[in-house]
């Protein structure tokens, strides 16, 4: 009997660690006009339907399941809080067809550790990653015209490259608050 309950218990060991990582269906998405305003389901990892253009103001807001995103290509909008707080995310795939990434865009995403920025980005409005305790990896492209004040805030584990960078281009250091 031992063996028995044993074995089925081994068997479901088996499977549970053999299951893939929980993804994200559109049916976990509440889309308004083509919009994700609100995503309700508890992935890890989402990848957000094709066809979708634009991530609605805090779609993703406080989400404490979701390690990993990634946007479809020909999405060009991120708008303002959309991961707000999501303090799980820890990589994002941005697609080349974004080119500013918002305020308050990934604002308290402390895990947040790879970020891929498309290489025609033009903006990092402030405090877009406030409080990242990241990203270590990050490049900012040559596109990039404007880096907000406090667009890096708490991020301290930006290479001295990233900054030095900013500093120079834009005149002003990338963690520092705004004026």
């Given at each position: 009997m031992k063996k028995k309950v044993l074995n089925r218990a081994c068997a479901l060991a088996v499977l549970?660690?053999?299951a893939p990582a929980i993804t994200a269906q559109s049916?976990?998405?509440e889309i308004k006009d083509g919009v994700p305003v609100k995503y309700r389901g508890n992935a890890a990892e989402v990848v957000v339907p094709e066809g979708i253009t634009a991530i609605g103001k805090e779609a993703f807001e406080g989400n404490k399941t979701l390690t990993s995103?990634?946007?479809p290509a020909g999405l060009t909008a991120i708008e303002e809080d959309a991961f707000y707080y999501c303090t799980s995310l820890a990589s994002v795939t941005i697609p080349d067809s974004v080119t500013v990434i918002q305020a308050y865009t990934f604002y308290g995403c402390g895990n947040l550790a790879e970020v891929m920025l498309p290489d025609g980005?033009?903006?990092i409005k402030m405090y877009a990653f406030y409080e990242c305790a990241g990203p270590a990896k990050i490049t900012i492209p040559s596109s990039i015209q404007e880096v907000g004040y406090g667009?890096?805030?708490g991020c301290d584990s930006l290479s001295p490259t990233v900054v030095d960078e900013i500093?120079?281009?834009f005149g002003h250091l990338p963690f520092a608050v705004g004026r």
């Open positions: 549970v660690l053999a049916a976990d998405f995103v990634t946007l980005l033009t903006a667009a890096f805030y500093q120079r281009k």
